[in-house]
């Protein structure tokens, strides 16, 4: 059984959770209606349930390779990658006048959700290029644009992102990778990068990275960081290739998972490069394309989860082990409670997970003319990113218990996508620091974000009180504590509030959880599969906010009470 893209899944959350109809409405879009959408999608689902999937299996067993200096990426990427480009995938988002489709944030959500879904290791490649295009349009000079998107939009050739060093991580302000003016007014880049994400391979024209280094005038710390195109091969000024640079792949990285991807260790030995950006501005060049790469994370986690679903559901209709508890004759293992339980919850989280990036996408859709949506979407990032990479990491594990000691075996897969799902939850940013994200940076407005967001979800409640009363006060009753959360965040110091941070973040999706399964439940009139969902998600999943707003509560005090010694075994 492969995965097959939930295209009528999307659609019910655009027509009743999201309102993506707004979006659509707004004269950035006007040119697109429902039926372009409803297109798109349709020929994103035959792409990756019919070429991108069957590749998965593949890219984990057979994985990308180092040989003499040159990557070999894994069998069947190389073509199918092709028809992602030519099919103008890699461009969804970009200016049609530089050759993109230009679509809504939220639609390319959708795409990439599938795309990940069938083959995170290959979903990385078209992602990467995308950020690429995305900071190319914001911040380069008009030579860089005329000469690198047409190419990249195409592509004809990819991007990577170089920020992170091996003395690096988190504290990116922190890398030594060296950069020096020359007289033609290029750079010479020096300096090693790990964990570069897909860069090289073995059938693209040519491989542009997007390199931060520092110059000799910089000061310490992220201020004085800059952004750098460096190309594997200096095009001319027709866009013809030139010349190698000075820039090799050192080793392929051996990771838990995701093995079709190939991970780089990247030296730059005084490589050709050209500023993107202003001089020392290089972290304001990367965070424009921050939100959105986040969300294209967070988006991997809710792949992930709806891959794993579909194989532990039909794994557990399928295996007959003992009677069945309810009486079927033909029953399968999915008779049984705790296993009916299991995917339950696995279907109930992937749904909250979808509806925030989606919901995500809508406000940064919108945000591009309103300033308070983009606030919205500035504020539902790190819950985003945070929330649907954990639920994808649960839900890939949740799948290898429903598949018992089979799941335990390589060759069912469901094991792969726990291990493939791993990942999500550290790059870009690890969910530890989003959560402090949210409870620091996203809460200097004074709370106005999120209150705006839990008096939507009360006036909602409100409003459903008269179909399904006992659901509605629920959710009502959650977002009344969790607003009393928030006022509890604002008032404890900055370190108190990074101590609760990880349990607020998720207090925070599990509130908008409910909304979104009482949303769902209403458009149904009470009566249908999401509201059977919502029922189970309302009364087993909601009420753990309660607890997790406790911790949220606690501050640090408890924390630095325990030494290194306390914690030595």
């Known amino acids: 059984m492969t995965y097959r893209a939930p295209v009528s899944e999307y659609q019910f959350i655009f027509d009743h ?50 040989v003499d200096g040159v990557v070999k990426t894994s069998p069947g990427f190389g073509d199918a990658l092709t028809q992602v480009a030519e099919g103008g995938w890699i461009g969804m988002l970009a200016d049609p006048e530089n ?78 990778t060296k950069a020096t003016r020359n007289a033609d ?59 190698t640079n000075s820039l090799k792949v050192v080793s392929l990285e051996h990771k838990l998972g995701i093995h079709g ?54 794994y557990a209709e399928d295996r007959v082990q003992g009677a069945s508890p309810i009486g079927r004759e033909d029953g399968s293992i999915l008779d049984h409670a705790d296993v009916r339980r299991m995917v339950a919850t696995m279907r109930a989280e992937t749904f909250v997970a979808r509806c925030l990036s989606l919901a995500c996408g809508v406000a940064l859709d919108l945000g591009r003319t309103e300033p308070d949506q983009q606030a919205r979407g500035a504020f539902l990032i790190p819950i985003t990113k945070a929330f649907s990479t954990d639920i994808g990491h649960e839900v890939a594990q949740t799948g290898v218990q429903v598949h018992g000691g089979m799941g335990y075996i390589e060759e069912t897969g469901a094991a792969q996508y726990a291990r493939d799902a791993r990942i999500t939850s550290i ?25 705006a ?3 939507e979800i009360e006036a909602f409640a409100e409003e459903a009180r008269a179909v399904l009363p006992r659901r509605a006060i629920a959710v009502w009753n959650a977002a009344e504590t969790l607003r009393e959360g928030v006022e509890t965040m604002l008032a404890l110091p900055m370190n108190d509030r990074f101590a609760g941070a990880v349990p607020f973040l998720r207090a925070f999706a599990r509130v908008l959880g409910g909304h979104y399964h009482l949303k769902a439940a209403i458009a149904e009139g009470g009566e249908g599969k999401h509201s059977r969902l919502a029922a189970f998600y309302i009364k087993r999943l909601l009420p753990e906010h309660t607890a997790l707003l406790a911790q949220a509560r606690l501050g640090a005090a408890d924390v630095y009470a325990l030494s290194s010694e306390d914690l030595t075994a």
């Open 261 to 314: 991807s190939p991970t780089c260790v990247m030296a730059y030995e005084g490589a050709k490069g050209w500023l993107v950006g202003r001089e020392h501005e290089g972290m304001k060049c990367m965070f424009t394309m921050m939100n959105n790469a986040r969300l294209g994370v967070g988006v991997q986690g809710v792949g992930i989860a709806e891959a794993a679903t579909q194989k532990a559901l039909a």
């Open 427 to 451: 790059y870009e940013g690890t969910n530890g620091i989003q959560a402090m994200d949210l409870v620091g940076r996203k809460l200097m407005d004074g709370g106005d974000a999120a209150f």
């Open 453 to 455: 967001i839990l008096d």
């Open 185 to 243: 007014g290029s750079y010479a880049i020096t300096g090693q990068k790990i964990f570069i994400t897909w860069g090289d391979n073995d059938f693209s024209e040519n491989v542009c990275h997007l390199v931060l280094a520092r110059l000799p005038d910089g000061v310490e710390g992220t201020k004085g960081i800059s952004l750098f195109m460096v190309p594997k091969i200096i095009p001319n000024a027709d866009g013809s290739l030139g010349e």
């Open 99 to 176: 050759g993109g489709m230009g679509l809504p944030l939220t639609v390319a959500t959708a795409v990439n959700e599938m795309m990940s879904g069938a083959c995170l290791s290959l979903s990385l490649y078209p992602l990467m290029t995308q950020g690429q295009i995305e900071a190319l349009e914001h911040h380069a000079s008009d030579e860089i644009k005329a000469l690198y998107l047409p190419k990249l939009i195409s592509g004809e050739w990819c991007g990577t992102m170089n920020l992170t060093e091996s003395g690096a991580g988190s504290d990116v302000g922190a890398l030594r």
């Open 17 to 66: 959770i999201v309102d993506f109809a707004t979006v659509l409405e707004t004269d950035t879009f006007a040119e697109i209606d429902a039926d372009t959408v409803q297109a798109i999608l349709n020929e994103a689902a035959n792409l990756t349930s019919d070429v991108i999937a069957p590749l998965d299996r593949g890219g984990d067993v057979t994985p990308a390779t180092l």
